[in-house]
C-alpha cells in the first residue's frame, strides 16, 4: 500500500506480473469492491495495482474488507 495522508482512494501494489483485472474479478467474488488501476492508466504494461476507496467506510469495515481482500488474492495466485 501507499501511505496516504488525505484523498479518497489508495493502492495496493500487486507483484509484478500479477494481473490486476483478474485480481479485481477475484476480490469481487470475496466482496471487496475495488478497481484494477490499469483501468485508469493511459499506457499498457504499468505497475499492476488496485485502486481502493475509503472515503465512506468505517474502519472496521475496512478492516474486514482487507482480510477478505487478502483471502482473495491468496486463491489467485
Same mark, same amino acid.
Given at each position: ?15 509484478? *506480473?500479477?494481473?490486476? $483485472?483478474? #485480481? /479485481? ?9 475495488? &478497481?484494477? +488501476?490499469? %483501468? ?8 499492476? *495495482?488496485?485502486?481502493? $476507496?475509503? #472515503? /465512506? ?9 482487507? &482480510?477478505? +481482500?487478502? %483471502? ?6
Amino acid at each position: 500500500m501507499t501511505p496516504a495522508h488525505a484523498g479518497l482512494h489508495v493502492i495496493g501494489w500487486l507483484p509484478d *506480473g500479477m494481473d490486476d $483485472g483478474a #485480481a /479485481a474479478l477475484r476480490a469481487a467474488e470475496h466482496g471487496v469492491d475495488v &478497481q484494477p +488501476l490499469s %483501468a485508469h492508466a493511459q499506457e499498457p504494461g504499468r505497475r499492476p *495495482g488496485l485502486l481502493l $476507496g475509503h #472515503a /465512506a467506510t468505517p474502519e472496521p469495515d475496512i478492516v474486514t474488507g482487507i &482480510q477478505r +481482500l487478502a %483471502a482473495a488474492l491468496t486463491a489467485a495466485s
